[in-house]
């Protein structure tokens, strides 16, 4: 909770569980092997895995694609509940975990700005066969069967294109059985989780299930600013529910519906200030003071879904898919990082959407020949207000840096060296500030003899003790009078300390998006096969910008446009279309072994930025992918199983999100520009039942990426015609689960522990900010070692577990930047979770 002191919540507890897992697992891997030659009586099989990338249900193995499949149990192991969780277990796969309502999905490096409503995702995220769009992704892993991750383009097998990847999450499904379970789960930092589910049998024909989870968690850090008003920055308060009923009128038909919720009222990411007028210059402290007015997080998300499968005769069968989801997203975050009202800066996003989506699809399955394809129509109404809220007293920073710019200019141009304006009193801090007024009209005397004859009747000299005296008693005279002169407007009074400027960016759009695909898969003979698919999509944009203002009332008209051009009512529409396809050639040398080689196009329809009306004109280009990728898949020896690959990414126009100040811009915002990439990279994953107790894994990846981006203007308002950059990142994750056999306690022990590695590539990076440099962990490396230890009841009924994330307390900050960042000296951060501990207790009936 705000203000209160961190150190408490800490516990011993994630200590004492890398101790046991260290050791016992020492123990264990290197008497692996051994045991593996001495136990010669038993199997060390490693399990089937079963998806349906492919629109049926197929052994992970079979499957010539660059897939991951997380399991219900793998969530559970890993104590996730959202996509930024597993994010660290599936190469190529990110999730941002900072922001729910405004998360970024990236596969392979390519995401897309998590800000603009006028554009899709690179990465298409399905939710039980729906796709969702940008706002609605991130949703809680309530009775979740599966999590499946395609990498590369997939529009031949989903209902919409898909650039760079898909996420398909399966929820568990209802089914002809009794069974149900509550779980519970407490730790530190007041986590507190709560889950259910029931499933039952009406009868022969009908069969529910119902579930529901609530995550709650308190924050990280400390917000030591004593007047704050909103939700606790950081913490988590999100929940799910789920209801959907199966009624099976015949053997070969199966509808179903179902209804989910999604409710989430939290703080806002933490901003940490990064300047000297934040808490502190250095993040590990955990110790924040941020000013923003209610800050918090917010989404109010419902959808319907009717699916409906019928199975034609044992070779065809058919899948009608509809469903309408709408959700309410606000958001308020601190974009300064600092209790400061002369740099306040916040901004807040409000969406109210809905989309409408269908797909019918077709499947053909026999002997050799398998077909899938399908008609998709989705419409998306979007209405979204992007507010940018500065205070009276940030305006007049910003117009004090104005007049030092005028100023200080014009005196050196006239010949005057820089000691003398130090001694005349610039650059000034604030012009509320009586001495730094003072200096201004002292300077300006010098030139305007109007202004002359203002300090001769406020009875002062300039550069005089008394001038300062003088507009301290005369309030905000001197202002109207200086401002009025000059047709200034940004130069008012102290009286306006602490009102509030705000400008409304209102955009609203109609999407129309259609598409058909077909795939086709022929197995030649035992040992080779071929596949090949097409899809043509459609999307038809409409949208538009409002800009207005709220000012400080009608005592200032004339301060307008102060952040963006006042717009009324702007309008584009526009439309893209693409064909785009795949072709897979694969080998099984035998039926443990796959090779496979795909060519691979994908594409994204173009849009418009939210934030820019100039792309009403100019909206931006369509994204397209072509990928070129070899893979390997392997079952050797019953017990080890490799998936591997290299691929080849060629990016055409990807659309990227840059923070922004074009000339004219009162601070910089974000802005979509388009540029060319070409990404190549390798990915591994290697699993091996080691001996019937123990399973290892290392899951890796190694990217390297060429990019060339249009020229744009940075933060700083500097033209950026330097474009051409490299870069490189490579991460593993180590896993090892143990069954041991302990003889204490009637049921099953079970230890799992995992470390994920990232390595830090910042100190590559070209346009790197100097105060990088001064920031502790900026250019560490992720490191995090997890653990669980879980006891089963030999009757299958309860389950209990203690874990630990981050047991080693690696600390790495986020990146460095923010909206006020180079207007207002202010950039801002963010930092990993710390170490945290907890306890499960789950009972199944």
């Known amino acids: 909770m705000t203000g209160v002191n961190q150190q408490h919540r800490k516990t011993p507890l994630a200590f004492y569980i890398g101790l046991v897992c260290s050791s016992a697992l020492y123990s264990q891997v290197s008497n692996a092997l051994e045991q593996q030659n001495n136990d010669k009586n038993t199997e060390q099989q490693i399990e089937v895995m079963t998806v349906t990338a492919q629109k049926r249900v197929q052994n992970l193995m079979d499957v010539p694609v660059a897939i991951d499949s997380v399991s219900a149990k793998d969530l559970e192991e890993t104590n996730s509940v959202l996509l930024g969780d597993i994010a660290d277990y599936t190469p190529g796969f ?15 490096g390519v995401s897309s700005s998590n800000i603009s409503t006028g554009g899709d995702p690179s990465v298409a995220i399905f939710y039980d066969d729906v796709y969702l769009p940008r706002a609605a992704q991130s949703v809680l892993f309530a009775d979740m069967q599966r ?26 499904a209802p089914e002809q059985s009794d069974e149900a379970f509550v779980k519970g789960t407490l730790g530190d930092y007041g986590l507190k989780r709560f889950e259910g589910m029931a499933n039952t049998a009406l009868s022969d024909e009908f069969a529910i299930r119902v579930n529901a989870m609530s995550n709650q968690r308190d924050s990280y850090l400390d917000n030591v600013y004593q007047d704050y ?43 940490i200030g990064l300047s000297p007028y934040a808490y502190s210059m250095n993040p590990l402290d955990r110790t924040i003071e941020n000013d923003v007015i209610d800050g918090h997080e917010r989404r109010d998300m419902d959808a319907w879904t009717l699916k409906i499968n019928h199975e034609f005769n044992s070779d065809w069968s058919g899948k009608l898919i509809s469903s309408k989801r709408q959700w309410q997203v606000s958001g308020r975050d601190d974009a300064d990082g600092t209790a400061d009202k002369t740099r306040y800066l916040d901004t807040i996003n409000f969406e109210d959407s809905d989309i409408f989506y269908n797909e019918l699809q077709i499947n053909y399955s026999h002997d050799k020949l398998n ?91 300039p550069f005089s003790p008394e001038l300062a005296a003088a507009i301290s008693a005369t309030g905000d005279l001197t202002y109207q009078l200086i401002g009025g002169g000059l047709g200034i407007a940004e130069i008012f009074g102290p009286s306006y300390a602490g009102k509030m400027w705000s400008e409304d960016i209102i955009n609203n759009g109609v999407f129309n998006s259609y598409g058909i695909y077909s795939d086709v898969d022929y197995q030649y003979n035992d040992q080779w096969g071929f596949t090949a698919g097409l899809r043509y999509s459609r999307d038809e944009k409409d949208f538009s910008w409002d800009i207005r203002e709220r000012s400080f009332g009608a005592s200032l008209p004339s301060l307008t446009e102060f952040l963006f051009p006042l717009v009324t009512n702007l309008k584009a529409s526009k439309d893209w279309s693409k064909l785009t396809g795949r072709a897979v050639v694969r080998f099984q040398p035998d039926a443990d072994q796959l090779w496979f080689l795909s060519y691979s196009t994908g594409y994204k329809s173009g849009g418009y930025d939210s934030l820019d009306p100039t792309s009403a ?35 055409t126009n990807r659309q990227r999100s840059v923070s922004s100040k074009r000339p004219g811009d009162g601070v910089a915002v974000p802005l979509i520009i388009n540029g060319d990439q070409d990404i190549r990279g390798m990915e591994l994953i290697v699993d091996w039942q080691a001996t019937s107790a123990l399973k290892l894994g290392v899951v890796t990846e190694y990217r390297k990426t060429e990019s060339s981006w249009e020229q744009f203007y940075n933060g700083d308002g500097d033209l950026v015609t330097d474009t051409e950059k490299d870069s490189s990142a490579d991460a593993y994750t180590l896993t090892a689960d143990w069954t041991p056999d302990w003889a204490f306690g009637d049921g099953q022990w079970k230890v799992h522990v995992d470390y994920v590695y990232e390595e830090n590539t910042r100190a590559d990076d070209p346009d790197m900010l100097a105060i990088a440099k001064q920031i502790p962990a900026y250019f560490a490396d992720s490191k995090n070692l997890n653990a669980r230890i879980s006891w089963q009841s030999n009757s299958d009924h309860w389950e209990v577990a203690v874990f630990g994330k981050n047991l080693t307390d690696n600390e790495m900050t986020g990146g460095i930047g923010g909206f006020a960042a180079a207007v207002l000296g202010t950039p801002i951060t963010s930092l990993n979770p710390p170490r945290t501990a907890g306890v499960e207790v789950k009972y199944q009936f």
């Open 147 to 172: 999590i499946e991750i395609l990498k590369g383009p997939q529009g031949t097998l989903f209902g919409k294109n898909a650039a760079a990847g898909v996420v398909s999450m399966v929820p568990n």
């Open 371 to 461: 077909y899938v394809g399908g008609i998709t129509y989705s419409k998306e109404n979007v209405h979204q207000t992007t507010t940018l809220d500065i205070t009276a007293d940030t305006i007049a920073r910003l117009t004090s840096d104005n007049l030092n710019q005028m100023l200080g200019g014009a005196l050196m141009q006239a010949g005057v060296p820089a000691e003398a304006l130090g001694q005349m009193g610039l650059p000034i801090d604030h012009i509320w500030k009586p001495a730094d007024w003072a200096s201004v009209l002292s300077i300006l005397a010098m030139v305007d003899p109007s202004v002359a004859g203002l300090l001769q009747q406020l009875g002062a000299e």
């Open 617 to 651: 004109a100019n909206p931006y280009a369509p994204e397209e992918v072509k990928n070129i990728e070899l893979g390997y898949k392997a079952e050797l020896w019953q017990s080890v199983r490799v998936q591997t690959s290299i691929y080849n990414m060629d990016l």
């Open 229 to 271: 008003r909103g939700e606790e920055l950081g913490n988590a308060n999100h929940q799910a529910a789920r209801a959907a009923a199966l009624w099976t009128p015949t053997q070969s038909t199966k509808v179903q519906l179902s209804y989910d919720y999604d409710d989430m009222d939290q703080g806002y990411s933490p901003a």
């Open 94 to 108: 990110k999730f941002s975990k900072d922001g729910v309502a405004q998360a970024t999905a990236t596969m392979r």
